[in-house]
């Protein structure tokens, strides 16, 4: 324990090391973060071994008070071996060409490169395997034999995620490698991995439709249709069990289950794997990322570290609640701003740093009123929605498909019980306005649709949960509380690299 302790007490030192390299404003997701976002890595540690990292403790009372990450600490002592490796190695191996960002910073410390590309958002991690054009042979060789490619990602999250660190899932039966998170990139755009080569998980899943579908079902192959809407791909680093239903216990169940559903990709797994051993390209980088090759579970694992790594970056409202929480927290010192410049720069310019990026990323009047309903009795939303992606991941029956003479028992068909009759995974809300229509059936077409659903109390049945109840809600409530999650909840995707697959 001792030794462990002590290996984190390095660590949290070098992430604070490292931060203090970091440019201001020149954070791998574009966004300008203010510094108290930056530290996810070192304040997850830090929660840990809090005599270690004072300074951290009093960075800023706002967003990222974090309890440590189970899946992540336990990492912390491999980390430790590839820290060491990594140093032995010069900085630009990890990158992908055309990176100019990173690629410049090449002559600085190797820490640097390693801990930015660790920051989920970051495009680096998904932007294909380096180097431009069709996908060849040369070109995967020289990737796999990178060893930077292999080493383990200890992940940090974006701001506004970042508050759900200790909620990480998977990672720890599954580590997130470069190599692993790629190779399931590639299998996501795969239409090969279906029967007929027409279906891949981005059909269904498109990033250009906020990793979900616009049509009412999913529609698989040779145009068939399943009675349930495409849910989101993304923010599942935080999400353990999947589907409407929770049938798939992890993310990596969840991910061969497509694969051979009749109506979706309507393959089989043996033929999959047939199909990928065929493929040159793939039989190489299984063979590199996984001890037994080409595996229909290896499939799913390559699949889950893709996914892992699509988050949605930072809303207005995360800048927001970042900016208010300091404002708060600060309160006496901010009433001075002169006196507090003189006094305490670094507390002044962290309050303009946090204030310029909240203002690069405007909320308006409304949103913040809906914010603000969204989270209080009134409306009563985070009794389910809650946390850093806006949901308890458990099952609530909100009347939908009720009236059907016979409805889709939902969760009922994996407990059976009456309670769960009817019920479905609480969604996030976070970039909801990209992925309409919405409810487990694609029923509602508008947020305002899901919002009056709720003021009227949802379809009355037998198991409607009991925090589903009538509202009072002006039509200005119901227009903010669309705004606050159309507009407020908005971040940005990673860029993904949708082509390039091995021939
Ligand atoms: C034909 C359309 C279609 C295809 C192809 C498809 N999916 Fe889905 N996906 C769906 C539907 C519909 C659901 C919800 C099904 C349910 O809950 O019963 C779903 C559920 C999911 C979920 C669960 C999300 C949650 O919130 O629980 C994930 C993750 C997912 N799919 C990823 C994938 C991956 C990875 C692939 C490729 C291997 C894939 N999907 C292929 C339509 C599709
Ligand atoms: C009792 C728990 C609960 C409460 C309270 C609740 N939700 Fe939901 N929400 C859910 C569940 C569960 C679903 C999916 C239901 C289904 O498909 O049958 C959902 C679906 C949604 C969706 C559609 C998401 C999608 O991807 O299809 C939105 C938007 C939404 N809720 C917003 C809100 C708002 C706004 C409030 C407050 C007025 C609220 N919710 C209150 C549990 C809840």
Redesign the pocket.
């Known amino acids: 324990m001792g030794r462990f302790i002590a290996i984190v007490i390095v660590l949290v030192a070098v992430a604070l090391a490292i931060n203090s390299f970091l440019p201001k404003g020149d954070a791998p997701a574009d966004q300008e973060k203010p510094p108290a976002a930056e530290t996810d890595a070192a304040e997850t540690d830090a929660t840990e071994t809090e005599a270690a990292a004072p300074a951290q403790e009093e960075a800023s009372p706002s967003a990222n008070e974090e309890p440590a990450a189970p899946a992540v600490i336990e990492e912390a002592e491999e980390e430790e071996t590839e820290v060491a490796d990594a140093k032995a190695k010069p900085a630009d191996t990890v990158e992908p060409e055309g990176d100019t960002e990173v690629a410049a910073k090449e002559n600085e410390e190797w820490t640097f490169v390693y801990n930015e590309i660790a920051e989920l958002g970051n495009p680096a991690l998904t932007a294909g395997i380096s180097g431009k054009g069709e996908l060849t042979a040369e070109l995967i060789d020289a990737w796999i034999a990178d060893e930077k490619n292999h080493e383990v990602i200890v992940p940090t999250l974006p701001l506004g995620l970042s508050l759900g660190a200790a909620e990480i899932k998977g990672l720890d039966v599954n580590p997130l490698t470069h190599a692993k998170i790629e190779l399931g990139r590639q ?2 755009f795969d239409t090969r ?2 029967a007929d080569n027409t ?3 981005a ?3 498109d990033p250009a439709q906020g990793y979900a ?1 616009d049509t009412q ?4 192959i040779e145009g068939q249709e ?1 009675g ?6 993304y923010n ?1 680093i935080l ?1 353990g ?8 216990p992890s ?1 990596e169940a ?6 051979a ?1 009749p ?3 309507g393959n089989t797994h043996e033929a999959c794997v047939e199909t990928l051993k065929g493929i040159e390209g793939y039989q190489k980088q299984f063979d590199a990322v996984f001890e037994d090759g080409i595996t229909i579970e290896n499939v799913g694992k390559a ?1 889950a570290s893709f ?1 892992r790594v699509i988050v949605t970056g930072p809303a207005p409202w995360d800048y927001y609640q970042q900016l208010t929480n300091f404002e708060k927290g600060y309160a006496d010192d901010i009433a001075d701003l002169d006196e507090l410049k003189a006094d305490d720069e670094e507390l002044y310019d962290e309050y303009m740093a946090l204030k310029s990026a909240s203002e690069a990323n405007p909320i308006s009047e409304s949103a913040i009123r809906g914010g603000n309903l969204f989270f209080s009795d009134k409306a009563g939303c985070t009794a389910c929605h809650v946390g850093a992606n806006f949901t308890d991941e458990k099952y609530h029956n909100l009347g939908v498909g009720m009236e059907a003479a016979e409805p889709d028992v939902g969760r009922f068909s994996e407990t059976n019980e009456a309670v769960d009759t009817g019920a479905f ?1 609480t ?1 996030t809300v976070r970039n909801i306005s990209l992925t309409a229509p919405y409810m ?1 059936d694609g029923s509602q077409k508008t947020l305002l649709e899901v919002v009056e659903w709720y003021a009227k109390g949802g379809h009355p049945n037998d198991h409607l949960s009991k925090n589903v109840k009538k509202l009072e809600l002006t039509d200005q409530d119901k227009q903010d509380l669309v705004n606050f999650m159309a507009e407020g909840l908005l971040g940005e995707f990673p860029k993904v690299e949708t082509a390039r697959l091995p021939k």
């Open positions: 299998l996501y991995l279906s279906v891949s998980c059909s269904c899943h579908k079902f999913g529609v698989g399943g349930r809407n495409s849910p989101v791909a599942r999400s069990p999947q589907f409407w239903d929770g049938r798939a993310l969840q991910a061969i289950g497509p694969i559903n109506i979706e990709m699949i996914e995974k969604p487990h």
